[in-house]
């Protein structure tokens, strides 16, 4: 006889193994309400009804009509998993193509062993680039804007400030701003990461008995004005060194507040001196320790190039603004061109034979690595040398891609984030991961088409996603009043 189970009055999940077998035998099933569910990310490859047990985890889903038991559990609904990088125009879409090559086999892998997915999201301001002519408290509220467009508009887990200009801000300020209004999602700055990698890239080189190390810092002119990156690279020097170690910075902007000695991390006041009495003074102290020069540069006009803010400016003038131009054949009636490189160049002097790594410290300029390496190329510092194994240039997207994602990635498998999958599923389809691109301006402005077509190019360029990745210009962020 088959024992009778009160169904109305004992949970299945309170049942044996043997209990659920009698019922089973006995067709008698308890079938779990299920609920419509209005939010399904993707109507066409995502079952339309939804159960949600709050106090068991994340809701899972089930097919129309079909019963949910224990033997038969509804399967789990993928978390999806936002990552945004905010920019003033297309660099951060530059970085985010470079991250994209070096995290997705590590979200693939966590997407075949748990209920995950990916998206890769840019978002450009177009409509207010550049930033890096703009006084502080402006980058500060343009800034917010864009977190809170990524946080609240677009579901985002992780925010990278993937411009270098809006990481030089108040950063007590930025930091509890985002406390107090998106509390819920990571946010990260991509100066102090750069400077480390920056650093260890840069090789000491013996001159006369002492030890040098050259290190090339590109940025925009509000980056520079900051003085923060010589003073993170004065940081890992006196980490690496100790308190007696001399950082020396060289820049194109005179800024009263960015020193030109520091002494381990503490800079030295100006010495009324010559530069190069004080120079030889630290060189001859150098025998014990090297000196990091740091040759910090701003070019005035290459973002606004790239984002069209130039009218009538084509890809040759950009070139040219670059690397300067030469006359090319008898009867060239163009004017001599002086090239920001070539004004770089002078700037170093004598020490440019000696730099070994350059720091592209805006995620524009990626976009000109190979005019910058060209003109590096033409030296006759370099002509006998192999460029690439002597000068490291340290791309931020992949330390974006290494320090920041795929670690936060790692800490919300640690933290149980995403369910685990009932075995590994290796043949996961593409759209585990999709990348797209938000620019913020209006249809028809020229400048905003210039971001979204250059965005498009790099993502053309970035790999086998370029063909599902979804483009497209979005009217401005709301301006954060003051009061926000």
């Known amino acids: 006889m088959v024992a009778r189970i009160p169904l109305m009055t004992v949970s299945s999940r309170l049942l044996t193994t043997s209990q659920r077998a009698i019922l089973a035998m006995s067709g008698i099933v308890r079938q779990m309400s ?79 062993e748990y209920h995950a997915k990916f998206k890769m999201l840019h978002i450009g301001d177009a409509y207010n680039a550049p930033f890096g002519g703009k006084p502080v408290p402006e980058i500060l509220k343009l800034t917010k804007g864009l977190l809170r467009e990524g946080a609240k508009t677009y579901g985002a887990d992780l925010i990278v400030i993937a411009c270098n200009t809006a990481s030089t801000t108040d950063g007590a300020n930025l930091r509890g701003w985002i406390n107090g209004n998106i509390p819920g999602t990571e946010v990260f700055e991509i100066i102090k990461p750069t400077a480390k990698e920056l650093y260890l890239k840069g090789d000491s080189v013996d001159v006369g008995g002492s ?24 940081v890992n020097h006196y980490k690496t060194h100790g308190s007696d170690c001399i950082t020396v910075v060289r820049s194109n902007i005179d800024v009263p507040t960015l020193p030109r000695v520091y002494q381990g991390q503490l800079p030295i006041e100006r010495d009324s001196r010559e530069e190069t009495v004080l120079l030889q003074q630290v060189r001859e102290r150098s025998s014990l320790y090297p000196v990091l020069f740091v040759h910090a540069y701003a070019p005035p006009d290459w973002v606004s190039l790239l984002e069209g803010k130039v009218p009538d400016k084509t890809e040759v003038d950009l070139k040219e603004e670059v690397m300067g131009n030469a006359k090319t054949y008898v009867g060239d009636q163009r004017p001599r061109k002086q090239g920001d490189m070539q004004k770089f160049f002078i700037q170093i002097g004598a020490d440019l034979g000696k730099v070994t790594a350059i720091g592209l410290c805006c995620t524009h300029y990626p976009i000109l690595e190979k005019y910058i390496l060209d003109a590096f190329s ?16 340290v791309p931020q997207g992949k330390i974006i891609a290494e320090q920041m994602i795929i670690r936060r990635l790692q800490n919300a498998v640690s933290n149980g984030v995403f369910t685990r999958r009932d075995k590994i599923d290796w043949t996961r389809p593409a759209y585990f991961l999709q990348q797209e691109s938000r620019t913020t301006g209006y249809v028809g402005d020229p400048s905003s088409e210039q971001s979204l077509k250059v965005v498009k190019e790099i993502f053309r360029r970035g790999g086998p996603l370029s063909e599902k990745t979804n483009c497209t210009i979005v009217p401005p962020h709301r301006p954060v009043g003051d009061d926000e």
Do not use: W
């Open 34 to 112: 299920v609920v419509k569910s209005p939010t399904l990310l993707n109507s066409k490859s995502v079952p339309t009804f939804l159960t949600r047990n709050f106090a068991s985890g994340p809701p899972v889903v089930s097919y129309p009509g079909r019963p949910i038991t224990d033997a038969n559990p509804a399967p789990i609904a993928d978390k999806e998993f936002v990552v945004v990088n905010v920019d003033s125009g297309a660099g951060g879409a530059a970085a985010q193509s470079d991250e994209v090559k070096y995290v997705q086999n590590e979200m693939r892998a966590i997407s075949s």
């Open 211 to 234: 030890k040098e190390i050259h290190i090339a810092v590109l940025s925009t002119p509000a980056t520079t004005k900051s003085g923060l990156y010589p003073l993170e690279l004065a």
């Open 378 to 393: 033409e030296r006759d510092e370099f002509r006998d040398v192999n460029l690439t194994e002597n000068v490291k240039v």
